[in-house]
């Protein structure tokens, strides 16, 4: 049973291009999250997502961030005109339904600099 | 808000020391959670507690999770160089599927 996938690992984009970053989620998970991370911190909370739907974005900023997650295919985190200071680690997690909801498996993140 | 603080923020221990950090906030959570994350990787789960009081052990850690649910700890028993790593505690937000996470502890321990 594959993990969380997250691609690509690394991500280099210059100012003012768009990054996609994306997420498969392990079989049978039908919840994605995904946070940001910067160097010698925590996790931020940026968004939740079930299939098709966004239940919670309040951690992503307003303008040029946005995510979904289809019906098919992988999550997607998509960041317009990049900035360097969103230059960070952007992880992706998953959870199943029932139970087990709280358990949240994550994929080993994709660095994206900011040139 | 919110917030789960994590103490101490760094700590360099010997290979065979005992070490205790502290996860603590304001506010009450149904339920928390310990990450281990290393360097290039996502957190990886350590355990759930969900009881006040509750105590889990996974081999040379213990987790408990305070009486009044505002507060866990991590204990980890002769701590080797593979625990190196930096311990995540979390929690879901007021009761929703939002987890935040703690500012972190980042252990190093030395051979």
């Known amino acids: 049973n594959a993990g969380v996938m997250q691609n690509p690992r690394h991500l280099v984009r210059r100012r003012g291009q768009e990054a996609r970053l994306r997420c498969s989620p392990m079989k049978g998970h039908s919840h994605v999250y995904w946070y940001r991370q910067l160097p010698e911190e925590g996790l931020k909370f940026m968004v939740y997502?079930?299939?098709?739907?966004?239940?919670?974005e309040s951690g992503m900023p307003k303008e040029r961030f946005s995510a979904e997650f289809p019906k098919e295919g992988p999550s997607i985190l998509r960041i317009q005109q990049v900035v360097r200071g969103d230059s960070a680690a952007y992880f992706c997690a998953s959870s199943p339904q029932g139970q087990d909801f709280e358990k949240l498996f994550f994929g080993s993140g994709t660095q994206l600099s900011v040139l | 808000t919110q917030l789960l603080e994590q103490s101490p923020q760094f700590l360099s221990i010997q290979e065979g020391e005992n070490l205790t950090v502290y996860c603590n906030s304001s506010?009450?959570?149904?339920?928390l959670q310990w990450y281990r994350q290393e360097p290039g990787e996502g957190p990886v789960l350590l355990v759930t507690?969900?009881?006040?009081?509750e105590v889990k052990k996974l081999k040379r850690l213990t987790f408990q999770f305070g009486d009044a649910r505002k507060d866990s700890s991590l204990h980890i028993t002769a701590a080797q160089p593979g625990d190196t790593g930096l311990y995540l505690c979390a929690g879901p937000h007021s009761g929703t599927y939002k987890y935040i996470f703690g500012t972190g502890t980042r252990l190093k321990v030395l051979a």
């Open positions: 507690v969900v009881t006040g009081g």
């Open positions: 506010s009450v959570f149904s339920s």
């Open positions: 997502l079930q299939k098709e739907n966004i239940i919670d």
